[in-house]
């Protein structure tokens, strides 16, 4: 069966074997500079009206911790006239739908030629004066988050000190700075504490754009490879999961006589062309071998016609796909019947869209159909390779795990790794057009029939066969397993 998924992003998350239209709307007209509390009452707004996933996540259970959320950030967004700390707020609210389609951030890229733009930015930058002597013991700290951090290039050298308000527990202020746009004592980082081990981050840009973040903090290193506590070596823990993995979109090496490898860096619909050539090219290797690992490390999803090629290599018989419903609202409807002018899209795409819009018309309010369960079938099961070993972590998501639960149905496939991110359920994300003109807010229009029996995976991804750990090496490990 032939299905069209309608998207606003690269990730097409339902059905297999399909073709997939990515479907990019965009507002050419974009209204004022909002209050914080007006971004808030719209993004509201959508959430409770055209979420597919708002009856879901807004229960019984959870509703007065969703009501609770809601009035401390009414408060917050009342009184806060930052932009970067309305950002962290609005972000923080939608946490509580851990759906990581559901997505707000500012449109506009900030032009570093822009030069009244970069000093009106600079002029609206913290400032927090740190004395040599303050600097010389901040050099010598003891204390756990508190010292000075230099960033992967050395560009900027910065002092993480206490310094409390209602979004942040500690700053990070410039004590050197080799970027002319950025001086001495401005605030180039915020920190708001989780836990011993995680942060919630406004990270300032060369730009002076600003970008909530997670960060995880191991004791020397801050945010990954972003900031270096100095005077403090790593941990002695070595991380051997990564020793022989360098991310590429594609790539393939022949392991042994008896196991091939390739890895797979993205199912993004720009990696199709590669990831169609290099099984061709690759067919006659992977049909007289009888071991292959694939490696999916890293790899944050895509369109499902990304991973169409390497779905014969690893078929051992049919593999169902659940379905989903779409939330029939009046400005879902909306969102669709304007794909229908889309001049790139085909006859057929066309026609199943206007299906979707009848069956939404004749059920306003309800969630109907979007795409039906449905079932890969070949008509031949290839006898090589006989083993698979697919390498998952916990940034495989979206449309990766939608490969990983079909692959899951090959008695070929064993999954070796670690869960991974699970961001599938709620898909088919819009862009709901905007009252503000510096933000952009996107939400999902559809949940899988997964959800009501049971199989979701939504917060908690799909769990390898066999675990492995950071102080393995994967690759030497997936082999092992092979050729035993």
Known sequence: MMRYIFVLKTYSLKNLLLIVISLVSTFSVWGQQCSCEKK?????????TNYAGYTDKVNKKTKAAYERLTIETLKKVRVTKKDAYCLFALKDWLDFFKDGHVQLFDPHQPDMNDTIAIRDRIKKTELIHLSPERVKQLENSTDHEEGIYYNFDSSYKIAIIKSKNEFR???GVIVDSKVDVWK???????LKKKNDSTYKAIAYMRDYSYRPQLYYFNGANLGGE????????LPAVENKAYGQFHFQNVASKKLSDSTLYIQVGTFDPSNTHAIDSLFKATDTILKTTPNLILDLRSNGGGSDEAYASILPYIYT??????GNYIYATGDNIK???????????SENGKGFIAEVISRMKQNPGKFVIHATDDTIKFDEVLPYPKKVVVLIDNNCASTTEEFLLAAKQSTKVTLMGQHTYGELD???????????????FHYSTTKSKRIKVGKGIDGVGIKPDIVLSNDEDWISQARKYLEK
């Open 317 to 322: 018989g049919p593999a169902m796909g659940y």
């Open 335 to 345: 969102h669709y019947e304007e794909r229908l002018n889309d001049s790139d899209l």
């Open 40 to 48: 808030f009452a719209f993004i509201r707004h959508e959430i409770e």
């Open 426 to 440: 709620y898909s088919n994300w819009v862009i709901a057009p905007s009252p503000c003109q510096d933000i952009e």
């Open 184 to 190: 001495q004592g401005q605030v180039k980082l915020e």
């Open 226 to 233: 972003n900031w270096k506590k100095v005077n403090k070596p």
């Open 169 to 171: 527990d500690y700053a």
